[in-house]
Each structure stands twice: as C-alpha cells, then as structure tokens.
C-alpha cells in the first residue's frame, strides 16, 4: 500500500506509540516559486527503543535531527514518510525541509490575484493534508499544541487558529527570510488540537474587526475578511450578524463557553468545499462573497455554512473524534445544530424546510447508490474516509440526530452534550462516549436504536392503505418496508416518530384536517383516527418531515397532489410533495411527463427559495439525463417557453422571478428564444422588468450562447477584458468550453486533463463548459479530432488521474469528463469496474455511482417512453 495511505491498524498503533506534547513550526512564505522552506520542531514521548515514523510529502529535505543525531536523509526519508528509528523515552525531533505550494486547494494553496498580481495563501488539511505544509502525526487521535511562526511580506496580513500577533522586524529570524521587506509573526501556542484543524491564512487579506462578549465573561475577537479586489462586495456586517446570533444559540443550548480565544473567517479563492472549521480560524469558498445578486437560497446556505462551521468549534475541534469512522458524528452534529440555530436564532425560520427539500433529497439519493453505507462507516484508511464526505455523513445522519433529539427528548440531549463536553474538553472520543452521556441524561437505553439507524445502511418506504365506508376513512394503515439494493445488506425495519396529515379540497385549497402523530416501528402500523373522519383527498404520510424514509402516495391521493399542488399553501408539505413524485420518477414508477406537466401548472406556487432551486435542478437533470438525445431540444424548448412565461407573470425584483428567468437561460434552445436571449446580451431588447443583467448573469447569457454558436470567442475575450477578474476568468473558460466543436471540446479535454499549471477552480470551469453539449442530438459525442473518441480517452485515462493527480483533481476529471447516459456508457462502465478491480477505492466508488446514475437514466427514459407510446 502506497505510505502516502494510512490505514486503521496502522494508526491505532502510532497512538499507541506515540503521545505528542508539541510542534514548533517557523514557515518562510513569501509566495514565490514553487516551494516554501518549513522547519519543525516536534517534543513527544514514546515507548523507549521503538520504530515509527512521521508523515510528510515535501519536495526536499534538508535535514532530520532527532535527539540531538542528525539522521541520513537518504536512509529515512521516503514518499509521505520519514522513518524514526530507535525513538527513546522522551524526544526532540527537529526537520528542515521544503513543501511545494499548492493549485488543487489541499495543503498551502497559492493564488495569484489577476485583479492587483498580489498573492494569498490559505492552508487546507482535511483530511490528511497538514502533511503537505510540515511534518506532523497525521492522525485526529495524536492531539497536541502548535506554535506557527510565519515569515511574509510585511504588508500582508497572517492569521492562525491563535490570535495574530503584532508583525515584527525579523531578528533571530533574519537568516531565513529572503526578503528584508519580510516581518514575521510568532503565534502563541494552541491549546492541544488535531493537526487537521491547524491552519495558516496569508496575504493582503482586508475586512472588518468586531468582538463579543463569550458567556465567560470574556471578550472574543471576530474578524471577516477577504481578497483586497473583492472587498467592497464583502457584507461583513451581516456575516457578524449571523455570527453573533450562532455564538449566543450555541452557549445557551451547550451550556459551555466558545472554546478558543478569536474567531477569524476569511473567504478565500478556489476553495474546493463550502467551508473549512479550522479552530478559530474558519475559510470559506469566495463565492459567499456575492459581487452579483444572490438568490435567497444562496443567502440562506451561506448563514447555515457560517453556524455548520461555529457548531463544528465544541463538537470536532474541543472534542474531536478518534478516527475517521465518527467523521459523520461531527458534520451530522453541525448539520443538525446549523439547521436548528438558521430555524430559530435568524431570519430564515423555516430552514427545516430548506433542510428537507435540499439536504434530505441529498441523503436519499446517496443511501441509494450502490456505494452506500452505514452513517457510523467502516473507515479503513484514508483512501476509504477521502471519499465519504457525502449525503449519508452529512444530511442523513442529521436527519437521524434530528430523530435522536426527538426520541430522547430535547432537554436530555443538551444536558448529555454539556456532560460530554465537560468529560471531553481537549480530548478524542468514540460514538460510545457520547451516548454514555445521552444514556444518562435520557435513562434511554440505545444500543438497539443505534444498531439499525447508525449501523446499517440503506432507506425504508412508507405507504399508505385506506379503507373507507360511505365516504368515512375506517382504517388507514402504514406500511413500512426496506428499500432493496442489490449487493447490499437489506435493511431492518426502523422506529420513525412521524405524523401523517390528512388533506381535504375546499374551493381549490388541501386544507390540512387533521394531523395525527404515532409511531410506526413495523411491517404495518393502524394509524390511530378520530370518529367519524371523512375520507381525505390527500393523505401525506410524514407529513412536517420528522423521519427519514422514502415516501409513496395512495392512488387517489397521487392524482390529487399532481391535479391540486397549488392548493398546499404550506411550503413544507408542497415541497414533501414535490419530492415524493421526483422520487417515483426517479424509480421509474412515474413518467417524467407527469413531472413536467405539476411544474408547468405549478411553477407560480413554489415561491420558498431553496425549494425552488431544487426544481430547477432537477428540472434540468429531466432535460440532460432523463430524456434521450433525439428528444432533448423539443423538451428544453417546452421548458424554457413555460419558464419565461412565469419569469413575466412573477412579481418584479422577487427571488421568484430571478431564478426563472436565470433557468430560462440554461434551456434556450429555439431560434427565437436565442433570438431573445442574444437581444438582451447586446441590448438591443430589454430584460424583463425586475431582471438586472449583472456581471455574472452576463456571463451566464454568454455562456449559453456559445454553447448554440450566438457568440464569437472575440465577444468572449472582450467581455473577459472587461470583467478580468479570477471570476471572469472562469466564466469565460466555461463559455469557451462550451461551444460544440471540435476544437473546443478537444481544448478542454487537453487542457483540464494535461495542464497541471491549471488551479482546481479553473478545471471545474473548463470541465463544465466541456460538458455542456457534448453529446449530439443523434446520441453519438462530438468528435474529438482523434482516432480514439472521448469516450475512449475517458475509459483510457480515469485510473491514471488517481494515480497521479491529487484526490480533488482526480475527482473533478471523473465526475465530470464521464461520458453521458447510453447503453454504450453504461457497457464500458461496468467493464471498466471488472477489469480494474484493484484501482485506486475512490476510482472505483465514484465509478460505481455513475454507472447507477447511467443506469438509472435508461430506466426512467424507457418507462417515459412506454408512457408515451401507450398514450
């Protein structure tokens, strides 16, 4: 096994090894050239006259010094490694070495400011990336404190997870610096943390410094920041805002004071996730910085990432867990408390719904992959944990954590969290060490509740079954029963606490009648009703969203829900219904017709932001996957006319009208709607009114032009020259990309596959543009100037990537560059799965899962057309 690995076992015997006390780590950064010189010292102790090793992927290394014996580099330094050998009680390890600077966003990433030329750095380490900037013990267990001592430009602003430090001349430092122009600044020590949450932030940063007032008394720092050239698009004010009100829910319901001594966030470029919950210094992807007008679901993703990142600072970073197998208890728990503190301490109460319709349909897409697993998984080394940052680690195991408050009750499970803080603080813990405490505070016994929602994998359907006599409901009954997938363990039978609401028509309105609460533990449960209660014209099992199950509709009550949807004035219940007829589309047990037409009838009802975007996603993945190449156009012209009909009924300036109007773009496709679309872009006719044509939505119309040949690579560059920013930059890499010819299309694929000089953000945006249209209207793939397709490059190249490309790299070429749904797709997929059975785990998972989505394509296309047919 390749040493950049680490497995379990051999984990497990480091920390049994090994207990670090501390890191001392002086970083030269002055942002030039490829490499930065780092030197670390490492006071540990150990079993006296034992072996171990520590971990680094460096460019060279100068020097290894361990108690005092400078060591052979050649004999111990090793890919990923550097071998201790002959470790004694107590020991002193000092190396000098030098890392490269990064462009894939893992490690220290270095980006280049097109706007100004400045530089900014940003470390990111999850999951095992510390080892890319010092050497350390890259494991969560092996806790420690660390002392950074950064040399850089003196104009530009360092931050750390300790509070920044006044710059100073640069002394006993002088030899190491470069530059006299450099100042360095000496962090004061952490308390004991996990490498991983470690991190180091430079360059000019700007922003806006606040504080509060902890409920300790004492007075915490706050500070946001971001680029220079994107300062005055930085809302700071409202980012505190939400700050704030986290800080104020989080010690209240925790019971325990903010941990750490300030709290930074820095928005910072080609950021591969939402956000990162370094100990008191959180990053964040720039594009919560918004320099154009964001949908309302935007706005409210960004305060749950910003309390998802403040939650993670008690639970992850003051108690962390011991390995990789509890990765889900940590962003289950931050899922969950950002959820429950946007619901209740901001303006977006309902974020329950927003929970529902976005995180939810997250996690039962991904419980039905062939790759799912059980939320507590089996996280045999990195390879196995790099992976599993998916649906099931975070949105169903807070839908379970949400099943968990209720079963034991919401006082009992803040009483046994401020007990497991308490117990904790500082320390690594397993699952077990929590429900001890939830255990007492609950007198819940939860072994039995832990087995089937954390220890197997996989979704149960609930359905309804009426009985009904002379227009009087008699019995309705639940039946529950497991969701199968092939090659994995069938799962139990779950308790869920649910209601089930009872709907009735009255002058064109579903008039909710009764809401009925019980719980439902086996094959069938009787449903507990009031005398005499009229039959229901629309029976909503899991109605409010409380459990996590699959849901089905009676017959009657289907035909209601798809003749009736706008007669659901709670946003809630429309959206469950929403998604239960996406899902029975999804399953092939509806034809995506129906779909198509409740959305055309509908569209003016579905006004909650985030449920909205939800239909226009899945709106466009009808369009692009579930519908055969020959029919595609007639399709995105039905829906682009039915959009921009509802764009000019919405009211002006609403979030409504803008994000039609944006999805009205995306699926122009007849010659007069990118007559429309092109007359707009130039001026010459006017936007809606309400529609602001801003810089990104510019970019968005031109994209789409180029994709149907309505713009020339000179109208790119020049609105390039316009818009020079790292945003523009990508923006015209995606229109460039887009545009189906040949020569486009091979640029891209060489680019995004051959250029290692491009930054991860910019392979994204070729690698969308690449995508776009890529396949012709005959089902066959643009032609790649080449005796081998693109297909064939794929299939050729995809293990290769995960052998020497980096984990983010690796999984955006995949993800992206797979040949759309075909029979053909689905063939060479599932030969390429039998013939590399020993490619790299990631390779294989990701292929699997686009082999399922391939698949599941073809089922929903061939159920449509029969449809069609019989019609």
């Known amino acids: 096994m390749s040493q950049l690995n680490l497995t379990r076992d051999d984990a497990r015997t480091r920390a049994q090894l090994i207990n670090v006390d501390s890191y001392d780590i002086t970083l030269v950064l002055d942002g030039h050239g490829d490499t930065f010189r780092t030197i670390t010292t490492v006071r540990f102790s150990a079993q006296d006259g034992t072996d171990s090793f520590i971990d680094a992927i460096t460019d060279t290394v100068a020097s290894v010094v361990l108690n005092g014996e400078e060591l052979d580099t050649s004999q111990v330094v090793s890919e990923g490694r550097i071998a201790l050998p002959g470790l004694a009680k107590d020991n002193v390890l000092t190396i000098d070495a030098t890392f490269f600077y990064m462009n894939t966003g893992e490690g220290l990433h270095r980006f280049v400011d097109p706007v100004d030329n400045e530089t900014y750095l940003y470390s990111q380490f999850e999951v095992p990336d510390s080892r890319r900037v010092f050497p350390v013990f890259e494991q969560p267990d092996m806790k420690a404190t660390f002392a950074f001592n950064v040399i850089a430009p003196k104009h530009w602003e360092v931050f750390s997870n300790s509070p920044t430090p006044r710059p100073h001349d640069l002394g006993e430092f002088a030899d190491l610096a470069e530059s006299q122009k450099s100042a360095v600044w000496q962090f004061a020590p952490t308390p004991p943390i996990s490498s991983y949450i470690t991190a180091i932030v430079a360059g000019p940063y700007t922003g806006v410094r606040d504080s509060l007032v902890s409920s300790d008394g004492e007075t915490v720092p706050l500070g946001v920041f971001c680029r220079a050239s994107l300062a005055s698009h930085l809302d700071a004010d409202n980012i505190i805002e939400t700050t704030k009100a986290g800080f104020a829910f989080f010690e209240e319901q925790f019971q325990t004071p903010y941990p750490f001594e300030k709290y930074d966030q820095i928005f910072v470029p080609e950021f591969n996730a939402g956000a990162m919950e370094n100990a008191g210094c959180v990053t964040f992807v720039e594009s919560y910085v918004f320099r154009s007008r964001a949908t309302e679901a935007t706005v409210e993703r960004r305060d749950v990432t910003i309390l998802h990142e403040l939650a993670h600072m008690w639970f992850g970073d003051l108690v962390t867990m011991k390995w990789w197998n509890d990765l889900w208890l940590n962003e289950s728990f931050a899922e969950f408390m950002s959820t429950l503190a946007t619901a209740e301490a901001t303006r977006f109460g309902d974020a329950w719904t927003t929970f529902a319709t976005l995180e939810k349909a997250w996690a039962y897409r991904q419980d039905q992959l062939p790759s799912t697993h059980p939320i507590e998984a089996d996280i045999a080394d990195l390879h196995d944990v790099e992976v599993n940052f998916d649906g099931i680690t975070y949105a169903k195991g807070a839908s379970v954590l949400k099943q968990l408050v209720a079963y034991v009750g919401r006082e009992n499970f803040f009483t046994g969290l401020k007990a497991y803080f308490d117990t904790h603080a500082w320390k690594n813990t397993e699952l077990r060490d929590l429900l001890v405490e939830l255990e007492k505070s609950s007198g819940r016994d939860l072994d039995e509740w832990v087995r089937v929602w954390l220890q197997e994998s996989g979704v149960n359907l609930l359905k309804p079954e009426l009985k009904v006599s002379d227009g009087v409901l008699t019995e309705l009954l639940i039946h529950q029963e497991p969701w199968v997938i092939e090659g994995q363990p069938t799962p139990s039978l779950r308790p869920h606490r649910l209601a089930v609401g009872l709907y009735s028509l009255k002058d064109d309105k579903l008039v909710r009648t009764e809401l009925i609460h019980l719980d439902v533990n086996q094959a069938v449960t009787n449903v507990p009703l009031p005398p005499d209660t009229p039959q229901p014209d629309l029976v909503l099992v899991n109605d409010t969203d409380l459990t996590y199950a699959k849901i089905r509709f009676d017959d009657a009550s289907l035909e209601t ?311």
């Open 561 to 871: 829900a798809l003749a009736h949807l706008s007669g659901i004035d709670d946003s809630l219940a429309q959206l469950l219904v929403l998604s239960t007829v996406w899902d029975m589309v999804r399953d092939a047990e509806l034809p995506l017709e129906r779909y198509i037409e409740l959305l055309e009838a509908n569209i003016d009802a579905v006004t909650h932001s985030t449920g909205l975007t939800v239909q226009i996603r899945q709106l466009t993945t009808a369009v692009e996957s579930y519908t055969s190449p020959q029919n595609r156009a007639e399709l995105s012209a039905r829906v682009a006319d039915f959009l921009w009909e509802a764009t000019l009924r919405s009211p002006e300036n609403s979030d409504q009208q803008f994000q039609l109007f944006k999805a009205f773009v995306t699926h122009a496709t007849t010659p007069e709607q990118l007559d429309r679309l092109e007359g707009i872009h130039s001026g010459d006719l006017d936007a809606p009114d309400g529609i602001t044509i801003d810089k990104d939505l510019a970019w968005g119309i031109v994209s789409y032009l180029a994709l149907h040949d309505r713009i020339s690579d000179k109208d790119i560059d020049a609105l390039m020259n316009e818009d020079n920013t790292a945003s523009g930059i990508r923006f015209a890499h995606v229109a460039r990309s887009a545009r189906c010819t040949t020569n486009s299309k091979k640029r891209a694929y060489d680019l995004a596959t051959g250029d290692t000089s491009l930054p991860n953000a910019v392979i994204v945006a070729v690698t969308s543009g690449f995508s776009m249209g890529i396949e012709q209207a005959d089902g066959t793939l643009i032609d790649s100037g080449d005796e081998n397709s693109f297909a064939d490059l794929f299939y050729a190249h995809v293990e290769d990537w995960w052998n020497t490309r980096t984990l983010e790299i690796a999984q955006t070429l995949t993800l992206r560059l797979h040949p759309p749904a075909s029979c053909e797709t689905a063939s060479r997929t599932r030969e390429w799965l039998e013939t590399h059975p020993n490619a790299h785990k990631g390779a294989r998972r990701i292929m699997r899962e686009l082999l399922d989505a391939t698949e599941r394509s073809l089922r929903v296309r061939e159920t449509s057309q029969s449809h069609s047919r019989d019609a």
